[in-house]
Structure formats: structure tokens, C-alpha cells
């Protein structure tokens, strides 16, 4: 079982940058592919970037690739989201997962956050 809170959502001007974290509990963390998805009103979930257990390998979604980095600290059960140069289509609520597998876009999540709202104003 593993327990996703994620935190650092707010509200930026167009430009700017927002970090993200989530913390995780449980002590088989290490052993979860993790990732961000977001949802925008009216709209499905989408997701967002993606990175295995050790780090070694990312991805992301075309809308963010360049502008937001994944990261992962396995000794603090946390993953983090650097999002740099924000526009005001990345408003949203932005959801932490974890998956037993890693795979491109993060298919399989066993595991979700309760969200941190992400509001860009133009």
C-alpha cells in the first residue's frame, strides 16, 4: 500500500515556475514506477511526465517536454516537478501517481494522490 500527498500547487503568473512534491509512504517506494497527471475542467485526465524507480529513465508529454522536469528522491519517498515557463493552458489539478511497472506514459497506476491545484493566469 502506498499513500501519495502531494503539495507546493498555487497560483503563478504566465512565465513563471511552480515546484511540486509529493510524498509518499510506505516502505516499498523505491520499488514504484512513478509519475504526474493533471485534469483541467471539462477535460480528461492527461498525463503529464514519468520516471522509473532508479531515475534512469523519463518521460513526458509533448505539452511539457523542455519546460518540466521529474525527479525522485528514494531515501525521502518523494518525487518532485520542477515546471518552468508556465502558460495558462497548464492550469489544472495536478495528480501524483505510483505504478508497479514502469512504462511510457505511466499505464498501469495502482496508486493516486488527492490532487494540488496548478492555477497560470494569463
Known amino acids: 500500500q502506498v499513500q501519495l500527498v502531494e503539495s507546493g500547487g498555487g497560483l503563478v503568473q504566465a512565465g513563471g515556475s511552480l515546484r511540486l512534491s509529493c510524498a509518499a509512504s510506505?516502505?516499498?517506494?523505491?520499488?514504484?514506477?512513478m509519475g504526474w497527471f493533471r485534469q483541467a475542467p471539462g477535460k480528461k485526465r492527461e498525463f503529464v511526465a514519468a520516471?522509473?524507480?532508479?531515475?534512469?529513465?523519463?518521460d513526458y508529454a509533448d505539452s511539457v517536454k523542455g519546460r518540466f522536469t521529474i525527479s525522485r528522491d528514494n531515501a525521502k519517498n518523494s518525487v518532485l516537478v520542477h515546471m518552468n515557463s508556465l502558460k495558462p493552458e497548464d492550469t489544472a489539478v495536478y495528480y501524483c501517481?505510483?505504478?508497479?511497472?514502469?512504462?511510457?506514459?505511466?499505464?498501469?497506476?495502482?496508486?493516486w494522490g488527492q490532487g494540488t491545484q496548478v492555477t497560470v493566469s494569463s
Open positions: 501517481a505510483a505504478a508497479p511497472v514502469y512504462t511510457p506514459r505511466l499505464l498501469e497506476v495502482r496508486y
Open positions: 510506505g516502505r516499498t517506494f523505491s520499488r514504484y514506477a
Open positions: 520516471i522509473n524507480w532508479s531515475g534512469g529513465s523519463t
